[in-house]
């Protein structure tokens, strides 16, 4: 494979300099150390002095994927001061390990180490659980970083991976730093923090609880019955000739799907359905009867406890008000996560995270550009697609401290959002926001909602970027009470008994 590439690299520079550049026959040879990199010694494979770079491709193991030799690994690695396991080393992807274990070998010395990585590792509560203990061992810092990127093989049916290369070091780096984007677009930046964006270095961990005094953002409510309290479009009115009684307990639910693609879906919704009401429904007790026999046959605890209520969902969390619901998992091609209003008998799914009691002018907030750019510089992805994170996204943002004028002017012009979007009823919300099929009057209603809102942070609307807007909002985030700054200071490297 080295000779492969190094012969296809000198056939580059024979097309651009007129030369002919070959080596062969092939006489070099690598040394090449075959074990666990994890476990072994890499200052016995090669001296910290004669060491200028490290480089690789770690595996790609996500840590719900990962085997319990492969956590041992992790567990092994990620140690702090003390050697015990950071309580987050758990949860980290595996390609991880590899940045520790560099981290260790570059310690007080020049060497310069660059990976291609999980994408997840700059994305979410990764980021901190990843990066938090390099900053604070080592004193880590990211020369380079090159953002997602679809990277795929020529193997049959082999899916893409979404990979991000990180360059970081431990002893100050003099020369420029540098930003790559998946377009081949190029920054030049003063500080690379670990969310590779040009920003201070902050971590946004998990918080239970808004950082902001903002109602509290919760998720959808939980089924957990194997589909059998689901009615389907396409069983509904049979289900209904059958069993008329059980109409009134029937409610549609919305999950992203289904809110965001304008689908029809049903559920059987028994909160207030009495024993006695149950009993007169046999197609309803059949359901609920499955439902039961599922749970108990789960390897969950909390699933088979819930089985002494099949006739109700596993984790029940309905707004008793109208309530914003917002999709967990959204396209990434969309400018804005679709996010809308509905009313509390629309039962939401565990799919979608909702805020009861939310405002036009929470609306307004998070449904606008600058809300965008904190959601597409923290949050965690499926694939590229956005992964929004109630504990993450929504609890970290720091909201602007606009005065009643700011947020009139905001909630009007939330408000024109929602009347653009009833100008096509027909339409879907993934029909409205597709970069390719948005209408014009609703692209005007957001750049108007995105001024507004721009004007309420202080922000200005002109010449104003997508990486200036984040830059603020993390300085804004950091004078939070409650932020997480990097460490500023760096511990003792452990040495090695």
Not at 86 to 110: C, E, L, N, Q
């Amino acid at each position: 494979g080295m000779w492969l590439m190094e012969h296809q690299m000198n056939q580059l520079f024979g097309k651009e300099f007129g030369i002919s550049y070959i080596r062969l026959p092939l006489k070099e040879s690598a040394n090449i150390t075959h074990g666990n990199a994890l476990t072994m010694d890499w200052e016995k494979v090669i001296p910290k002095k004669e060491l200028s770079f490290i480089m690789g491709n770690p595996p790609f193991v996500g840590y719900s994927n990962q085997s319990a030799e492969q956590k041992a690994d992790i567990l092994s690695v990620y140690l702090d001061a003390g050697g015990k396991p950071f309580k987050t080393s758990g949860k980290i992807d595996y390609v991880a390990a590899w940045y520790y274990k560099a981290a260790h070998m570059m310690a007080r010395t020049p060497i310069r180490t660059a990976f291609v990585s999980t994408n997840s590792i700059t994305q979410g509560e990764q980021v901190a659980a990843v990066w938090k203990p390099l900053f604070g061992m080592f004193g880590v810092h990211i020369d380079f970083g090159y953002k997602t990127f679809k990277w795929s093989n020529e193997a049959r049916g082999k899916a893409a991976v979404h990979c991000v290369i990180a360059g970081f070091s431990v002893m100050p780096k003099n020369g420029v730093k540098n930003i790559y984007d998946s377009d081949g677009t190029k920054i030049t930046v003063k500080n690379i923090n670990p969310y590779l964006v040009d920003a201070q270095t902050v971590f946004v961990e998990s918080k239970t609880s808004a950082i902001c005094d903002v109602p509290p953002m919760v998720y959808g409510n939980k089924p957990a019955d194997g589909g059998h309290l689901f009615v389907e479009s396409n069983e509904y009115n049979d289900f209904i000739a059958r069993e008329p009684s059980a109409l009134k307990y029937i409610r549609k639910i919305l999950g992203s799907e289904e809110f965001i693609n304008n689908k029809n879906r049903w559920c059987l919704w028994l909160v207030d359905a009495s024993p006695a009401d149950l009993r007169k429904m046999p197609l309803v007790m059949a359901r609920v009867e499955k439902c039961r026999q599922m749970r108990l046959a789960s390897t969950k605890k909390a699933t088979r406890e819930s089985a002494t209520t099949p006739a109700l969902f596993q984790e029940i969390r309905q707004p008793d008000s109208q309530y914003i619901i917002v999709p967990r998992v959204s396209s990434e091609r969309r400018r804005y996560i679709p996010m809308g209003f509905i009313d509390a008998q629309t039962i939401a799914s565990d799919s979608v995270q909702v805020i009861p009691r939310a405002t036009l002018y929470h609306f307004g907030i998070l449904t606008s550009s600058v809300h965008m750019a904190w959601v597409r510089a923290i949050c965690g992805r499926l694939k590229s697609d956005y992964r929004y994170s109630k504990d993450i996204v929504y609890n970290n943002f720091p909201w602007a401290d606009a005065s009643d004028t700011q947020k009139e002017k905001i909630e009007t012009a939330a408000q024109a959002v929602l009347d653009a979007r009833a100008l096509f009823p027909e339409s879907s919300l993934a029909d409205l926001y597709d970069p390719l099929t948005m209408p014009p009057e609703l692209q005007k209603a957001h750049q108007t909602l995105d001024k507004a809102v721009l004007q309420a942070y202080g922000f200005s609307s002109k010449d104003f970027t997508e990486a200036d807007c984040v830059a603020r909002l993390m300085e804004r985030y950091q004078a939070l009470p409650g932020a997480m700054a990097a460490p500023k200071a760096v511990l003792a490297v452990r040495e090695k008994s």
